[in-house]
T-cell receptor, first 111, second 113 residues
Framework: QKEVEQNSGPLSVPEGAIASLNCTYS??????FFWYRQYSGKSPELIMF????GDKEDGRFTAQLNKASQYVSLLIRDSQPSDSATYLC???????????FGSGTKLNVKP | DAGVIQSPRHEVTEMGQEVTLRCKPI?????LFWYRQTMMRGLELLIY????????DSGMPEDRFSAKMPNASFSTLKIQPSEPRDSAVYFC???????????FGDGTRLSIL
């Protein structure tokens, strides 16, 4: 079992729709959760981070964390073609210095 | 502010040669990470430094790989001898402290012929 699981996609949504990206993790002790966006041929770029259960909103992006279900998601409202990229979920367990990235979900936003 | 700076951006070399990748973290960041990314294995953490001290090198694939951080503003990842299966994009990232968001450099695209 992988430490962080993501559906590889591609996830296709029309422009203006809500894109929902999901991630599950196996280590119940995980404490920090991150979403990165990676365009083809580029480096990962931080989009959101969340530490507590619930929702965290930043502009068109909302991160949702449910530690009981070991589940973290990223919602992108009013999706734009420029949002087309691979989205990586990452988790961190502080006291064991463990960092894991998922394999990423490819998002296609169609004009 | 300058981000994480990596050099070289591209490296093409022959099997058996020594390869040295370099990284300058963001000033003031205390944690530095080396990753390798391939299509098959995704993004893998190779080694992580905290305050210039290696904390976890369990991701380093073989003894051919070594990493150093002689001071807070410089780190190297060395492969000796290099093999074709080492071909990948190598990223360096830094964070203020270990549990904070990591900021990535542009990466080094390494090709071993």
């Amino acid at each position: 079992q992988k430490e962080v699981e993501q559906n590889s996609g591609p996830l296709s949504v029309p422009e203006g729709a809500i894109a929902s990206l999901n991630c599950t993790y196996s280590d119940r002790g995980s404490q920090s959760f991150f979403w990165y966006r990676q365009y083809s041929g580029k480096s990962p770029e931080l989009i959101m981070f969340i530490y507590s259960n619930g929702d965290k909103e930043d502009g068109r992006f909302t991160a949702q964390l449910n530690k009981a279900s070991q589940y973290v998601s990223l919602l992108i409202r009013d999706s734009q073609p420029s949002d087309s990229a691979t989205y990586l979920c990452a988790v961190n367990r502080h006291n064991f210095n463990k960092f894991y990235f998922g394999s990423g979900t490819k998002l296609n936003v169609k004009p | 502010d300058a981000g994480v700076i990596q050099s070289p951006r591209h490296e093409v070399t022959e099997m058996g040669q020594e390869v040295t990748l370099r990284c300058k973290p963001i000033s003031g960041h205390n944690s530095l990470f080396w990753y390798r990314q391939t299509m098959m294995r995704g993004l893998e953490l190779l080694i992580y430094f905290n305050n210039n001290v290696p904390i976890d090198d369990s991701g380093m694939p073989e003894d051919r790989f070594s990493a150093k951080m002689p001071n807070a503003s410089f780190s190297t990842l060395k492969i000796q001898p290099s093999e074709p299966r080492d071909s990948a994009v190598y990223f360096c990232a830094s964070s203020l402290i270990s549990n904070q968001p990591q900021h990535f450099g542009d990466g080094t695209r390494l090709s071993i012929l």
